[in-house]
């Protein structure tokens, strides 16, 4: 069950213009995800962050793990890549924690809702409980200097973008999405396949009606 919900998440995901994903050694429970990040006005964007996914046998029951390849200098992410985010949780309500059941990892929670959720967090750090104190710290007191680590770590980031492949752009993504939604069933053999439209059956109705008046009028 795991390996099906895997593999259609996977084909799912692989249409995406924000990530550039692909598997490991073949394994569809271990994937090597990029976040690419096309908000211009993240002071990520244009960075290319590339990450491990590995996923339990019970997927989706248990969480995926979820670790950065380069290390992000940013209040939410260990030294060793790893996020402090909710999402990413054993399912159920921790009281220790405070996080309530519907913020933690759930069986309706899929790859693309913890790869967004990691998008919206480099913006949004929460800094009550870092798991980087010292970004959480510099991110509090020196701003600035914290947004010129982040161009760092961006700018680094950019080395492991593959050879070959387009790097995609906020105007690039949205001309794509644009055209999918400008798609028209017009422009494919759809109707040939579901017999013709019903426009198609009015047009042959009227051409009846049409037929029967002619035949009144001859006689």
Not at 170 to 182: L, Q
């Amino acid at each position: 069950m795991a390996e099906k919900i895997l593999m259609n998440e996977y084909k799912a995901l692989s249409k995406e213009t924000w990530t550039n994903i692909s598997l490991i050694n073949d394994n569809i429970f271990e994937w090597s995800a990029a976040l690419l990040v096309l908000n211009p006005d993240s002071l990520y964007y244009g960075g290319y962050f590339e990450a491990i996914l590995k996923f339990p046998k019970n997927y989706p029951y248990e969480p995926p793990d979820f670790r950065f390849e380069r290390p992000l200098w940013h209040p939410n992410v260990y030294p060793d890549g790893r996020l402090c985010i909710s999402i990413l949780h054993q399912p159920g309500e921790d009281t220790m924690s405070g996080e309530m059941a519907g913020e933690r990892w759930s069986p309706v929670q899929r790859v693309e809702s913890v790869l967004i959720s990691v998008l919206s967090l480099l913006d949004d750090a929460e800094v009550s409980s870092p798991a980087n104190v010292d970004a959480g710290v510099q991110f509090r007191k020196d701003p600035e200097a914290y947004k010129e680590r982040v161009r760092q770590d961006r700018e680094r980031s950019k080395e492991d973008i593959p050879a070959g492949f387009e790097m995609p752009t906020h105007e690039s993504a949205f001309k794509k999405e644009e055209r999918v939604e400008s798609f028209s069933w017009s422009d494919s053999e759809a109707e040939d396949d579901f017999g013709g439209s019903e426009s198609d059956e009015e047009m042959f109705d009227d051409e009846d009606e049409d037929t029967d008046g002619d035949e009144e009028d001859k006689d």
